[in-house]
Structure formats: structure tokens, C-alpha cells
């Protein structure tokens, strides 16, 4: 998790079939996506895209690599703790169903 967290504020650089539209430009340019987080939120729920667009096939695919999830997550020197995962049980990015899992507080 702490690893794939961490991929979201790496710079995406925009350039080929993958260029930024410049609407002031009305064209095509290479441009530099960046995620910042400037501050700690009171709630932080984490939305990770396991799905990847597969230009061989011109189709999306679901990632099936496992992921582990710490009881502890530390950002910006905030500590959160674990309270749900939801998850998509599937085989692939077009079917299946999404489950909860949610922290039993007793």
C-alpha cells in the first residue's frame, strides 16, 4: 500500500499519444502532470486504480497483483488507522462484484 500510495505524487510526464491538450493553445504539447499533498486531511480514504489500459489489446485490464494493506498509515505526519477495504472480486476490469471488509470495533 505504502508503495502505491507513494506512486501517486511521482510526476507524469505527458508527451507522444499521451500529450496534454492546451485549451488556451487549442494543440497537442508535452506538459508534466504532478500530485501534491499539501496537508493532512481529517479522513483519508484511498481510491487506487488496479485497472491499466492495454494499447495491444485497445481494452482495459484488471492488475492482479496482491496488495498488502498495514493496520497504520502515516502521511504528512499524520497516523491513520485502518477501518475498511473494499475490493473487487473478478477476473476482469469488465465483471465481477465489489466487497467490503470492514474493522469489527469490538
Request: glycine content about 6%; overall charge neutral.
Given at each position: ?6 506512486a501517486?505524487?511521482h ?20 506538459a508534466?502532470?504532478?500530485?501534491k ?11 487506487l ?27 504528512l ?8 477495504v ?6 476482469s ?7 467490503a ?6
Amino acid at each position: 500500500l505504502e508503495n502505491a500510495f507513494a506512486a501517486c505524487f511521482h510526476d507524469e510526464l505527458l508527451q507522444g499519444d499521451n500529450q496534454y491538450f492546451c485549451t488556451a493553445c487549442d494543440k497537442k504539447m508535452d506538459a508534466t502532470r504532478v500530485t501534491k499533498l499539501s496537508s493532512a486531511p481529517t479522513v483519508l480514504n484511498l481510491q487506487l486504480l488496479r485497472y491499466v489500459y492495454d494499447k495491444n489489446f485497445g481494452d482495459k485490464r484488471k492488475l492482479k497483483t496482491s496488495l498488502s494493506f498495514p493496520s497504520t498509515l502515516t502521511v504528512l505526519g499524520e497516523s491513520y488507522r485502518l477501518t475498511s477495504v473494499l475490493y473487487h472480486k473478478g477476473g476482469s476490469a469488465h465483471g465481477g462484484h465489489y466487497v467490503a471488509e470492514v474493522l469489527d470495533w469490538e
